[in-house]
């Protein structure tokens, strides 16, 4: 009998430790639609163009925003700050995937991130690009990119754009110190705790622990998330820390979707969906 009560016990504290933000909050502006993952890109390269006929438009481009605008999709991106404390949009910490330049963002100026031009020889749009584009059209999912430890930073200078910003948007990242700062600094906005089920997966004793930290959900007591963007592909719904969440009814996102087909199967499971490489048909 005592067995079992430390059994209890240990799962309401897990369960509380893994709470999201309740009760669950209206999201209905970025509901409706579906959201393409770095913008409606095509390729990274013109020799991997599904048709030679259509212009390049890598991942993280204003080619690609003004793409996913025109269709009438959501959008997710990805926002950097670097060293003088500018944002721009880029997914990796480095330049070199797409720009050939191997160079840090946080460590470099936005003219140093500027002159590292996309492989459609676009620069690296700055955030407030992105946001002209957008111009309040579409709803929108900011990942907050944090590095070397510069989640405040990041997110208060997301935060203090977006007061000059007039349409729908949410944030998210990986960080919850990042998510943490909107929970204590701006809880009007909607925020998400990104999120696998890689449980202990990982080639080092730090990412096992980190995976497995990430699995948990653990840093949810951190962030109170709205929100948790599981990649889709990774989740186990009988999992304890998936199957506690589902019973509190968090807003459940799923990334990254790449087929009609696998949207369509998660539909009736997943309140948003962030997809890539098909164009997605609309709801």
């Known amino acids: 009998m005592t067995l079992l009560i430390i059994l209890v016990l240990l799962l309401l504290i897990y369960a509380e430790l893994i709470r999201p933000n309740l009760p669950r909050r209206d999201i209905s502006p970025l509901m409706g639609v579906d959201y393409a993952h770095r913008g409606l890109w095509n390729a990274n390269k013109a020799a991997d163009l599904p048709d030679p006929a259509q212009p390049l438009r890598p991942e993280n481009s204003l080619a690609a925003f003004r793409a996913a605008v025109e269709k009438g999709y959501g959008i997710e991106l990805d926002v950097h700050l670097t060293r003088d404390g500018h944002l721009v949009v880029h997914h990796d910490d480095s330049l070199l995937r797409l720009t050939g ?3 840090r963002i946080f460590q470099s100026t936005l003219a140093e991130v500027r002159a590292c031009l996309l492989p459609n020889g676009e ?3 700055t955030f407030d690009e992105v946001l002209e584009t957008v111009a309040g059209r579409i709803p929108m999912i900011v990942e907050a990119k944090v590095e070397n430890g510069n989640a405040d930073a990041l997110a208060k200078a997301v935060y ?3 007061q000059r910003y007039d349409g729908p948007w949410c944030m998210e990242s990986f960080a919850p110190s990042a998510v943490k700062w909107f929970r204590l600094n701006a809880p009007e906005v909607i925020r998400g705790q990104l999120a696998f089920d890689h449980a202990g997966s990982g080639k080092t004793a730090f990412l096992f622990l980190r995976n497995l930290g990430i699995a948990s959900m653990l840093q949810n007591v951190l962030s ?10 990774s989740v186990k719904w009988h999992t304890l820390s998936i199957h506690l969440l589902r019973r509190m009814k968090p807003w459940f996102v799923a990334w990254t979707v790449r087929s009609q087909a696998e949207m369509d199967k998660l539909r009736s499971r997943w309140d948003l969906q962030i997809f890539e490489k098909f164009e997605a048909k609309k709801q």
């Open 101 to 103: 330049t191997d160079r």
């Open 123 to 125: 620069p690296v749009p």
């Open 160 to 162: 203090e754009r977006m």
């Open 224 to 233: 109170r998330p709205d929100f948790v963007a599981f990649e889709a592909s």
